[in-house]
């Protein structure tokens, strides 16, 4: 992995991206429906994909959708699952600073699982620990 701009800043993007999103979240009015304010997400989500999209490739033409496949289906499903958890997690009670550590610390080790099984991937004794370090901080954050 080289140690460029082009390696650290998808991350950051993420990162950003991310609490930006843990907050939008968590302040989604509790009085407004949760999948109508996932229309509204959407729709402009899919206007600033467009406008990048044009930016990107200098068109918006539909040549660009003929490579999209079934993955961009699950893709789909997946955000709007995640979505609504997040929003549905908040109102009921989840705190915006566990919430998301709680749920990221159990994906990544499920991805390592999924990794190992499906991609090939081999664990170091070091992520082994610092997957045993995660689920010991994740029993600690839920013990009351």
Not at 29 to 48: H, Q, R
Not at 78 to 103: K, Q
Not at 105 to 125: C, D, K, M, Q, W
Request: net charge positive; aromatic share 10%.
């Amino acid at each position: 992995m080289n140690n460029g701009i082009a390696t650290f800043f998808p991350i950051a993007l993420i990162v950003c991206s991310n609490l930006f999103y843990n907050v939008a979240a968590k302040a989604t009015p509790p009085d407004v429906n949760a999948f109508a304010s996932l229309v509204v997400t959407y729709a402009a989500a899919a206007l600033c994909a467009l406008l990048l999209m044009r930016f990107q490739t200098g068109s918006f033409s539909l040549d660009h959708i003929k490579g999209v496949n079934w993955t961009a289906v699950l893709l789909s499903a997946s955000i709007v699952g995640l979505e609504i958890g997040y929003i549905l997690a908040y109102r009921a009670g989840w705190n915006i600073s566990v919430c998301s550590l709680v749920a990221n610390i159990i994906l990544a080790v499920l991805l390592v699982v999924v990794g190992v099984l499906f991609y090939r991937e081999s664990v170091s004794p070091k992520q082994i620990g610092g997957m045993a370090l995660c689920l010991g901080g994740l029993l600690l954050l839920n013990l009351k």
